[in-house]
């Protein structure tokens, strides 16, 4: 098997994450669909760490890893603030700037 | 240890691709099964699984810190965070079927399909001769942490220190996000007190206890009133279930059942 099998398998989940954003409408599954993203992009980091011998890879999915994790703060807190004053998890009930 | 230190090599072994190919799979499976689960609550445990074969496949790649870091951080963390928005947003929601924008679901089928394609075939592009392997670089620095402590409190010091700072933004930005300014003062002791001595449909006192007898102490059995019927309001709500009858029997002999009505509090009881 060539390593490039793993940077395959990254592709497909994050073909898979990016059309769930696209596909759900519960903006807590749109949530993890781009994690799912982050989380192909960091194997494709650590395969490519592994393929050209160096660790550089595995340092930049670290700090993807931390951002990650600070987005999902930010990004539940504001679900909650959201909640809280519509009641909907749906990212179609958010429309009040439109005309 | 050393097992896991010989993984990452230049070669790819058949446990390796035995490896691959079960824990790719699991991953797929798991990102479908995210995707096409009605309930969030699903799409979050399918999510765990994927994350949790990513965190093997990092193993196998020669990256045991971050295979740690995986799942102590995302499944740990992340999912933990997940889980417990969705319990307060509400366990069954679940998507809407309408489209807001037409024909939106298969133009999302389509883009998503093609953006695929188009990866795997930009993929396909790449020559990969010579795979060089972690092997060196590894044992240079003595394992695999401190390799990574290296390059962090090395050439990655600046982006570790704004990572700090990000953190910190992070951590006040959802306080700020969640924080609610309240807008009436906040009730005291006194004013709750006050309030229920005015109101009519809160008691006073304590409500009456439930009643003892010779052969029936438990909870669910009303007390008796001076004319020998039973008190059902002495009864604790949760036990005061619609439909339910306590036959019990009093000192002097009578048997007296009490069943509880739909309007709990004014159900019958019998002598």
Redesign the interface.
């Known amino acids: 098997?060539?390593?490039?099998?793993?940077?395959?398998?990254s592709?497909?989940?994050?073909?898979?994450?990016?059309?769930?954003v696209?596909?759900?409408?519960?903006a807590?599954?749109v949530?993890?669909?781009i994690?799912?993203m982050l989380?192909a992009a960091?194997?494709a980091f650590?395969?490519f760490?592994?393929?050209?011998?160096?660790?550089?890879g595995?340092?930049v999915?670290?700090?993807v890893?931390?951002?990650?994790?600070?987005?999902?703060?930010?990004g539940?807190?504001?679900?909650?603030?959201i909640?809280?004053v519509r009641r909907s998890?749906?990212i179609?009930d958010v429309n009040l700037l439109r005309s | 240890m050393t097992g896991i230190l010989a993984s990452?090599t230049a070669t790819?072994s058949a446990g390796?691709?035995f490896a691959?190919w079960l824990l790719?799979g699991l991953?797929?499976l798991g990102?479908?099964g995210?995707?096409f689960s009605r309930k969030?609550v699903h799409?979050?445990l399918w999510?765990a699984t994927?994350?949790v074969s990513?965190a093997v496949?990092?193993l196998v790649?020669?990256?045991p810190?971050?295979s740690m870091?995986?799942i102590i951080?995302?499944t740990g963390?992340?999912m933990m965070?997940?889980l417990f928005?969705?319990m307060?947003?509400?366990v069954d929601?679940?998507?809407?079927l309408?489209e807001?924008i037409k024909g939106?679901?298969l133009?999302?089928?389509v883009?998503?399909?093609t953006?695929?394609v188009l990866?795997?075939a930009?993929?396909g592009g790449?020559v990969?001769n010579q795979?060089?392997?972690?092997q060196?670089?590894?044992e240079a620095a003595g394992g695999?942490v401190q390799?990574?402590a290296r390059?962090?409190f090395g050439?990655?010091v600046l982006?570790f220190e704004v990572?700090s700072a990000?953190?910190i933004?992070?951590?006040l930005?959802?306080m700020v996000?969640?924080h609610?300014e309240r807008l009436v003062r906040k009730p005291t002791q006194r004013m709750l007190s006050e309030a229920r001595f005015r109101s009519d449909s809160v008691p006073r006192t304590p409500l009456p206890s439930p009643g003892v007898y010779a052969n029936h102490n438990a909870v669910d059995t009303p007390a008796l009133l001076p004319d020998g019927s039973p008190l059902l309001d002495s009864v604790p709500v949760p036990f005061q279930v619609e439909g339910a009858a306590r036959t019990f029997r009093t000192a002097d002999g009578r048997a007296v059942t009490a069943t509880f009505s739909a309007d709990d509090a004014d159900g019958e009881g019998t002598a």
Do not use: H, K, W
């Open positions: 098997m060539n390593p490039i099998n793993y940077i395959y398998l592709a497909v989940l994050f073909s898979i994450g990016a059309f769930g696209l596909f759900r409408r519960n807590i599954v949530f993890m669909c994690e799912l989380n960091n194997l650590v395969a760490a592994r393929i050209n011998g160096t660790l550089d595995q340092v999915a670290f700090f890893m931390v951002v990650a994790a600070a987005e999902v703060v930010i539940l807190a504001i679900i909650m603030s909640f809280s998890a749906s179609d | 990452g790819v390796e691709t691959f790719g991953c797929v990102a479908l995210m995707l969030a799409s979050a999510i994927t994350m990513l496949l990092y790649n020669a990256a810190f971050l870091v995986q951080v995302y963390a992340v965070l997940f928005v969705l307060l947003v509400g929601a679940s998507d809407s309408v807001t939106q679901r133009a999302a089928v883009a998503g399909i953006f695929g990866l795997v930009g993929v790449l990969v795979v060089v392997g972690l060196t670089p590894t695999n390799a990574i390059l962090i050439r990655y982006a990572t990000l953190l933004t992070a951590a930005g959802a996000y969640t609610r």
